[in-house]
């Protein structure tokens, strides 16, 4: 999820009574629900070696104590003030935790068992930026201000509204939302791969969530030869002869020296559907340019996620590109 969703949860998580765990809670699970994205610093070594890092070891499970100690060491060095040492950190593992939960529920995924095992886990459930969750935490965090604020106006008495019952409201909305999508997703996905798409049966089918409406969803269908994108509307009908087909290439030399490159390489370990494009390149004479498409965030006719390699006619890799467009999650 992005920045402002895990920002909102350690923020609500310290209101629901976490803040009684230690001194300076909202500050360390405001950190602690954003610490696995200081990977955002492998940055700088640019778009492919973020791609690379990013979701890796600070978002695994074993890196979790370390991940959650790390924002209640920088308070407190930082507020000069003591804290609770064994409760700053158990609440900051809960706000890491939640990260994590949060990440696991998009179509990018999370690598929760780094250094172990390399897989990727993923619900396919919500998009990295959701309007409706953002919409249900802007309320939950701006109505508590209103109600001081009307309170003040009013000359309401009593003590101070911190806004425990909006924080209630906003983790729940988390909670009921994605179960609701988890069930939405579900009868997607059986739409989706009762179907055959050109005579042939799904070998790998996956359904994305819709930007804005939790009905819509946008199937990736992979048959052997294929693969067959189209819209999915619960509630409406699914057509699979209107699908878009892309065809995989045949074998071709210029592929497997293309997967020789560490470019490619490091995409492949991200990309869990990907199309394989080859063309003629037009210079130097005889040079093939290979194309990887992640079929999660685009197309070959709009690409998300892609790398390119430029391969010579003796099968040597001159050049390579990573790039990525806008998203289609």
Not at 80 to 102: D, E, F, Y
Not at 242 to 261: E, G, L, M, T, Y
Request: glycine content about 6%; aromatic content about 10%.
């Amino acid at each position: 999820m992005d920045p402002l969703t895990h920002t909102a949860t350690g923020l609500f998580l310290s209101r629901i009574g976490l803040k009684r765990w230690t001194p300076l809670a909202a500050p360390i699970l405001i950190l602690a629900a954003n610490a696995p994205d200081a990977d955002i610093v492998t940055l700088a070594g640019g778009n492919l070696n973020y791609l690379h890092f990013h979701r890796h070891l600070t978002h695994s499970l074993i890196a979790l104590p370390v991940m959650a100690l790390l924002p209640v060491v920088l308070v407190r060095l930082i507020a000069r003030k003591p804290v609770h040492w064994l409760g700053a950190w158990a609440a900051a593992s809960v706000a890491v935790l939640v990260h994590l939960l949060l990440d696991w529920t998009n179509v990018y995924g999370v690598r929760l068992l780094l250094p172990f095992s390399p897989q990727w886990f993923r619900l396919d459930l919500t998009n990295l930026v959701d309007i409706w969750v953002w919409a249900a935490l802007l309320l939950s965090v701006a109505a508590p201000f209103l109600g001081r604020l009307v309170g003040s106006e009013i000359g309401a008495a009593g003590k101070a509204h911190y806004g425990r019952g909006f924080a209630w409201f906003g983790l729940a909305f988390l909670l009921v939302y994605t179960c609701g999508r988890a069930v939405l997703h579900e009868r997607a996905m059986a739409i989706i791969e009762s179907r055959v798409y050109q005579g042939a049966p799904p070998a790998r089918a996956l359904a994305a969530p819709d930007a804005l409406n939790p009905t819509h969803w946008r199937a990736i269908v992979e048959t052997s030869d294929f693969y067959a994108v189209a819209p999915v509307q619960l509630g409406g009908e699914f057509d699979p002869a209107r699908a878009a087909i892309f065809h995989k290439p045949d074998p071709d030399p210029a592929i497997d020296a293309a997967r020789q490159s560490p470019t490619v390489q490091r995409f492949l370990e991200f990309s869990q559907f990907p199309l394989w494009r080859v063309s003629p390149a037009p210079q130097p004479e005889g040079a093939k340019l290979v194309e990887i498409f992640d079929m999660r965030f685009g197309t070959p006719l709009d690409p998300g996620f892609m790398v390119s390699a430029l391969v010579s006619n003796r099968l040597q890799v001159i050049d390579t590109s990573f790039q990525y467009g806008r998203p289609r999650r």
